[in-house]
């Protein structure tokens, strides 16, 4: 199974960015999004179960939206309202069946103040 991530930029701060995670196969119980900048812990940004129920860490809530396209075996991360402390790289990450996780390559996401 491999996870592609892409999407990633330079935007200013209040803009933008819809980021695009596909994956070649597999059935997943659980998609996210983590970030992660240097130095720091990978932390999970935004989550959605295989029911669809999601969820967000308290920051980004009201900004960010995670959601799916089945069909296309597609993630998507849609960031609005960006600021500078939203900078980091971001993956995707997908949980299989019995609790197998897979992460995308990052995508570097830049917020000019």
Known sequence: VQLQASGGGVVQAGGSLRLV???NRGVFMRLAWYRQTPGQERELVASIASSGSTNYMDSVKGRFSISRDIAKNTLF??????NPDDTATYYCYGQALGYLDYWGQGT???VSS
Not at 77 to 82: F, I, K, T
């Open 77 to 82: 991360l849609e960031m609005n309202n960006l």
């Open 21 to 23: 995670c596909t994956y």
């Open 108 to 110: 570097l996401v830049t």
